[in-house]
């Protein structure tokens, strides 16, 4: 599948879809959930991030459980805005994953979404940095898949 833009993708959900938000690391992939009525973005859980073989029969699953009409990966933007070897990879990533799960998905800019939740995490909630590692990629993909939510409703 290719890649769409954010606003003609929420245009291919039907009505009881949602949407799998993820946040693909070096190591982990943060992975959130929109509700049905696609305006709330809860983190959902972390896969180890290993053989595409083995994340994509992962994510296919969750896929099934929870009804998945699209997919929002993270784009690593550098910080001026411009289109890196991070962000390059993190799009090859999700058109390879898209393809593969048969899901369209588009690309959502997560420019510092893991230092928000990081300074959430510390000034808010009081996390200790053991249970913050624990958490922080799939709030991630939460503040990102939030993003995409707001940005995109009518």
């Known amino acids: 599948m290719t890649l769409f ?8 959900l039907k009505p009881a879809d949602r949407v799998l938000g993820l946040d693909p690391g070096s190591r982990q992939i943060g992975v959130a959930l929109s509700d049905v009525s696609l305006m709330l973005a809860s983190p959902l859980t972390v896969l180890k991030r ?12 969750l896929c099934t459980q ?3 009409g699209a997919l929002v990966v993270g784009l690593p933007m550098s910080l001026d805005g411009s289109f890196g070897p991070a962000a390059r990879a993190a799009s090859d990533w999700a058109k390879d994953i898209s393809d593969r799960l048969e899901c369209p998905a588009a690309m959502w800019d ?10 959430f995490l510390i000034q808010e909630a009081d996390m200790t940095r053991k249970r913050r590692h624990e958490v922080v990629d799939k709030m991630a993909a939460a503040y990102t898949l939030q993003g995409w939510l707001d940005a995109t409703a009518s």
Do not use: H, T
Request: charged share 25%; proline share 3%; no cysteine.
């Open 50 to 61: 290993g053989k595409m073989a083995v994340n994509v029969k992962e994510l296919a699953a």
């Open 110 to 119: 997560e420019r510092l979404s893991s230092s928000a939740v990081n300074r």
């Open 66 to 68: 929870f009804q998945i």
């Open 5 to 12: 833009n954010p606003k003609e993708l929420r245009a291919l």
